[in-house]
T-cell receptor, first 112, second 112 residues
Framework: DQQVKQNSPSLSVQEGRISILNCDYT??????FLWYKKYPAEGPTFLIS?????DKNEDGRFTVFLNKSAKHLSLHIVPSQPGDSAVYFC???????????FGAGTTVTVRA | NAGVTQTPKFRILKIGQSMTLQCTQD?????MYWYRQDPGMGLKLIYY???????DKGEVPNGYNVSRSTTEDFPLRLELAAPSQTSVYFC???????????FGPGTRLLVL
């Protein structure tokens, strides 16, 4: 049973606008969440993370929001750039468990 | 510092053949992982290792074997390849105390 879900397989956004990617999880024990970015023919690379003790973490154009009561997190990219076109994976883990559960990914296409 | 390297990049196997996917990391990471990614799906954990000589099953271990004789290397063995093993395989590593896994570029395997 998939514990991390990304229900939107794809997202198309105009350059300069905001991209919002959503992720839901079912295991209330998860206490650390990550977003990975993947280009074609490459491995995923770490983008941003958030601990369950926070509700927001920001890194440049990327912000992750966590709503523990709703078991929901989102990634905001502002402003979106053509280089942001990639597949984004949401992942969750228990701290010190060292194993990740991944969502199916959302393909983001940034249009010029 | 090459990070995580995987060989080969691409391979075609016939049903029933066997092969070993190689993974090496030069970051002295304790933890290493093998994932497979099928189209439209997230990454599924096959096997992982917490250190040399110690391995354990992930979500989808059937049809695979691993060994960890050194800190650097974590090969994945496929015995009696089946079409269901057609996938992209990613190796990853992580240092104890961190939560971010570093991924290799992947091996694309086609079983016909």
């Amino acid at each position: 049973d998939q514990q991390v879900k990304q229900n939107s397989p794809s997202l198309s956004v105009q350059e300069g606008r905001i991209s919002i990617l959503n992720c839901d999880y079912t295991n209330s024990m998860f206490d650390y969440f990550l977003w990975y970015k993947k280009y074609p023919a490459e491995g995923p690379t770490f983008l941003i993370s958030i601990s369950s003790i926070k509700d927001k973490n920001e890194d440049g154009r990327f912000t992750v929001f966590l709503n523990k009561s709703a078991k929901h997190l989102s990634l905001h990219i502002v402003p979106s750039q053509p280089g942001d076109s990639a597949v984004y994976f949401c992942a969750a883990t228990l701290l010190n468990d060292y194993k990740l559960s991944f969502g199916a990914g959302t393909t983001v296409t940034v249009r010029a | 510092n090459a990070g995580v390297t995987q060989t080969p990049k691409f391979r075609i196997l016939k049903i029933g053949q066997s092969m070993t996917l190689q993974c090496t990391q030069d970051m002295n990471h304790n933890y290493m992982y093998w994932y497979r990614q099928d189209p439209g799906m997230g990454l599924k954990l096959i096997y992982y290792s917490v250190g040399a000589g110690i391995t354990d099953k992930g979500e989808v271990p059937n049809g695979y074997n691993v060994s960890r004789s050194t800190t650097e290397d974590f090969p994945l063995r496929l015995e009696l390849a089946a079409p269901s093993q057609t996938s992209v395989y990613f190796c990853a590593s992580l240092s104890a105390g961190q939560e971010t896994q570093y991924f290799g570029p992947g091996t694309r395997l086609l079983v016909l």
